[in-house]
């Protein structure tokens, strides 16, 4: 495989992973912001989008750099990339060229707050092995969105997503994903 085929896999792999990342450092980014008292009109998706490009950069860097036969990195690739895999391909309806479409058409839910971590309802279900590594994921990652306007109106809209829908798998929850990042955006 050519080292852009392995890159464009890479990107595959990551693509779910990275955009629950740097709409972390997004939140986290609002945060800050609203903590200095900085007003700014936009405040979220100029960090989601630099922060997914150097997510992707740093990804391509790994890859360059394990492709000269450094083992440790090989190893580090294989540990950070199994989780990846089992989430982006969560089932075999994720099994696609790219991970999400044309959002053109995307039903924006009502915004609420979150209440309770709905994730470890992953766990016990009947569901793949990658949707489990979804629950356990948003389950982990629950307890470190911080408190500030758009990242608790994202959590609280995804957490009503995977209650109503906890067998999504992961073209489900991005749709989930850009769904509660722009209903909030547009409720601020």
């Excluded at 595959?12 to 008292?37: D, K, M, Q, W």
């Excluded at 394990?66 to 950070?80: G, H, K, S, W, Y």
């Excluded at 969105?145 to 995977?162: C, K, R």
């Excluded at 999504?168 to 509660?180: C, E, K, P, S, W």
Aim: with cysteine.
């Amino acid at each position: 495989m050519s080292v852009i085929g392995l890159q464009l896999l890479a990107f595959r792999i990551a693509y779910f992973p990275i955009v629950v990342f740097s709409a972390t450092v997004s939140c986290y980014t609002e945060l800050l912001l609203n903590t200095l008292g900085v007003d700014t009109p936009i405040k979220i998706f100029p960090e989601l989008f630099v922060s997914a490009a150097v997510f992707f950069a740093m990804i391509s860097y790994t890859l360059f750099w394990a492709l000269t036969e450094r083992l440790a990195v090989q190893v580090l690739i294989v540990i950070l990339g199994l989780p990846a895999v089992l989430i982006s391909f969560a089932n075999q309806q994720d099994f696609t060229v790219l991970p999400d479409n044309n959002w053109a058409d995307l039903q924006l839910p009502m915004v609420s707050l979150p209440k309770a971590n709905p994730y470890d309802a992953a766990l016990k279900a009947n569901n793949s092995l990658g949707q489990k590594v979804i629950g356990l994921s948003g389950y982990v990652l629950y307890d470190y969105i911080p408190n500030s306007p758009w990242a608790q109106a994202v959590q609280g809209t995804l957490e009503q997503a995977y209650l109503n829908h906890p067998e999504g798998n992961a073209h489900d929850q991005l749709t989930y994903h850009y769904a509660a990042f722009l209903a909030a955006h547009r409720t601020k």
